[in-house]
């Protein structure tokens, strides 16, 4: 098991930035792909971003590109996603996951965390 636990959502205006963190206990972390998705309200969850355990091959959704940034510490146990220019359209509550390999983490992760709510003003 992996126990994930988000931090660091909040009230932005648009244009502005925030860096999520999560928080990795339980098995070895450094072994699992992380990603992050998101869920807007009456939509479907979404994938955001992901990275390999080695940190060499990261993923993005298109329209995040150049704005988004995520990143891993294994030796703290912790993912991040830096967000910049934040647009309302990010409005959403952002998850963080964990899978075995790339694949599965941006396909069908296998542990999730609760969720942080970012808010994005116009």
């Known amino acids: 098991q992996v126990q994930l636990v988000e931090s660091g959502g909040g009230l932005v205006q648009a244009g502005g930035s925030l860096r999520l963190s999560c928080a990795a206990s339980g098995r070895t972390f450094s072994s699992y792909a992380m990603g992050w998705f998101r869920q807007a309200p009456g939509k479907e969850r979404e994938f955001v971003a992901a990275?390999?355990?080695?940190?060499?091959?990261?993923y993005y959704l298109d329209s995040v590109k150049g704005r988004f940034t995520i990143s891993r510490d294994n030796a703290k146990n912790t993912v991040y996603l830096r967000m910049n220019s934040l647009n309302p359209e990010g409005t959403a509550v952002y998850y963080c996951?964990?899978?075995?390999?790339?694949?599965?983490?941006?396909?069908?992760?296998?542990?999730w965390g609760q969720g942080t709510q970012v808010t994005v003003s116009s």
């Open positions: 996951a964990a899978g075995e390999t790339d694949d599965s983490v941006v396909g069908g992760p296998q542990f």
């Open positions: 990275i390999s355990w080695t940190s060499d091959n990261t």
